[in-house]
């Protein structure tokens, strides 16, 4: 009889944590648009002098790939420019009660990022803020995805509210 009491107490605790369980939450399909970034992509451009350094041609490589659970992409970025060789690790998420697209991202040259994005059709615009000649700035980069394989990258640049200078412009391919 004993027995039997003991079980029945054990299956009454382990349903709730069951059921607890079964209600984890899923990705949404805002979640589910960031997929366009899981993969291998090889990007190439041209940076203007200014506040990302001096002007030069860069190249590299981004592997991105789903965090366990879906709610986050996370990327690698290997990659040379006119300020020599770099890697990144960079994650992009949803903030469901922000309704906004989320960036943060860490370098080897000591840097971190976090951004806000926001998808309009086939079109990422992404918005931080930084400094442009030690001058508060606002900085915006925008991606078209021209295809499912292909994107275009324009970084702008914005100090005290006057016009937007573009600082790079590049492209990227998915490889797998």
């Known amino acids: ?3 039997l009491l003991v079980g029945v107490v054990v299956l ?4 709730p944590c069951l059921a607890q369980t079964a209600q984890l939450p899923k990705p949404g399909p805002e979640v ?3 997929g ?30 789903w965090c366990a659970g879906g709610f986050h992409v996370v990327c690698r970025s290997e990659g040379t420019g006119p300020t ?12 469901a009660e922000a309704k906004a697209y989320t960036y943060y991202g860490i370098s080897s040259f000591g840097e971190s990022d976090a951004a806000k994005g926001s998808l309009t059709g ?5 918005l931080w803020d930084g400094k442009a000649a030690g001058k ?11 295809s499912p394989t292909s994107l275009t990258t324009k970084i702008e ?3 005290a509210g006057g016009p937007w200078t573009v600082v790079m412009e590049g492209k990227s391919i998915k490889v797998k």
């Open 1 to 3: 009889m004993k027995r």
């Open 122 to 126: 086939n079109t990422w615009t992404w």
């Open 84 to 95: 020599g060789k770099h890697t990144e690790l960079y994650i992009f998420g949803f903030d």
């Open 136 to 146: 508060p700035a606002k900085f915006r980069e925008i991606e078209e995805q021209v």
């Open 36 to 65: 366009y970034y899981v993969g291998t992509w090889k990007g190439e451009g041209d940076i203007k002098a200014g506040p990302l350094g001096p002007a030069g041609k860069f190249s590299g490589t981004d592997t991105c790939e």
């Open 157 to 159: 640049y914005s100090v």
């Open 12 to 15: 009454a605790c382990a349903v």
């Open 32 to 34: 589910q648009k960031l």
